[in-house]
């Protein structure tokens, strides 16, 4: 697949969503999916991280539902495409290095549980998205953001294989390790087990665990499902 594969014949721009859960390689893929077929790529995960650093900044409580609201709306939460994947700004500053810290990352897995905000989220995905030529990762996109996306995949992997993708991705060791690979399957455990928009796989998602594929695999495996989709 070239650069140019989404300018088919038909010039039609897709809506591909990626789901699954942490570690699986939902966000790699998805930006690198994104890079080849000029589109942009939407991070879920990341507006919730940074409205996460919001409540942290105002120390605000990630179990109050209404004041996390009230963040959300006097925040301006933007992802900025770059050759090197997205930039995040927060009301105009870049937070990209600082929303992937480990404070943040168990914060917006706390703020993200709440019905209302996640009903702000995707009303803000919706219409950053709405357009197509975009690619979004998360939780809920093929199944609550967009549920009518052209391709939907669901990425998954054995659960010690994601932990131990997290643990090399950010170069953890040790006694850190083992907290590292327990909120990770507390953060399995609340998005699977939440009210709103729990984590699985849409009804016509195409599977793929990753568990014995390498990250090129699977992309080629998706890049031939976009394939098919944009000459269909």
């Given at each position: 697949?070239?650069?140019?594969?989404?300018?088919?014949?038909?010039?039609?721009?897709?809506?591909?969503?990626?789901?699954?859960?942490?570690?699986?390689?939902?966000?790699?893929?998805?930006?690198?999916?994104?890079?080849?077929?000029?589109?942009?790529?939407l991070?879920?995960?990341?507006?919730?991280?940074?409205?996460?650093?919001k409540?942290?900044?105002?120390?605000?409580?990630?179990?109050?539902?209404?004041?996390?609201?009230?963040?959300?709306?006097?925040?301006?939460?933007?992802?900025?495409?770059?050759?090197?994947?997205?930039?995040?700004?927060?009301?105009?500053?870049?937070?990209?290095?600082?929303?992937?810290e480990?404070?943040?990352?168990?914060?917006?897995?706390?703020?993200?549980?709440?019905?209302?905000?996640?009903a702000?989220?995707?009303?803000?995905?919706?219409?950053?998205?709405?357009?197509?030529?975009?690619?979004?990762?998360?939780?809920?996109?093929?199944?609550?953001?967009?549920?009518?996306?052209?391709?939907?995949?669901?990425?998954?992997?054995?659960?010690?294989?994601?932990?131990?993708?997290?643990?090399?991705?950010?170069?953890?060791?040790?006694?850190?390790?083992?907290?590292?690979?327990?909120?990770?399957?507390?953060?399995d455990?609340?998005?699977?087990?939440?009210?709103?928009?729990?984590?699985?796989?849409?009804?016509?998602?195409?599977?793929?665990?990753?568990?014995?594929?390498?990250?090129?695999?699977?992309?080629?495996?998706?890049?031939?499902?976009?394939?098919?989709?944009?000459?269909?």
């Open positions: 697949m070239t650069d140019q594969s989404n300018h088919n014949h038909s010039g039609r721009k897709l809506i591909i969503a990626i789901d699954g859960p942490a570690g699986a390689g939902k966000s790699t893929i998805a930006s690198r999916l994104a890079r080849k077929l000029g589109y942009v790529n991070e879920s995960g990341a507006m919730y991280r940074a409205l996460a650093l409540a942290i900044d105002q120390d605000a409580s990630f179990d109050d539902e209404t004041a996390l609201v009230k963040l959300a709306q006097e925040s301006r939460i933007q992802l900025e495409p770059t050759l090197n994947g997205n930039r995040t700004l927060l009301n105009g500053h870049d937070v990209s290095s600082r929303i992937r480990r404070d943040v990352t168990e914060a917006a897995s706390r703020v993200s549980v709440h019905p209302k905000v996640r702000w989220m995707v009303a803000r995905q919706r219409e950053m998205g709405v357009g197509g030529g975009v690619v979004m990762e998360g939780r809920d996109i093929g199944t609550k953001v967009f549920p009518d996306a052209d391709l939907k995949i669901f990425l998954d992997a054995d659960p010690v294989v994601r932990e131990q993708r997290r643990m090399e991705q950010q170069k953890i060791k040790g006694e850190v390790a083992a907290s590292v690979a327990a909120d990770l399957r507390e953060r455990r609340r998005d699977r087990t939440r009210a709103a928009s729990p984590l699985m796989a849409a009804e016509d998602a195409v599977v793929i665990d990753s568990t014995e594929l390498g990250e090129d695999e699977v992309l080629a495996r998706v890049e031939e499902l976009t394939r098919r989709k944009l000459e269909g």
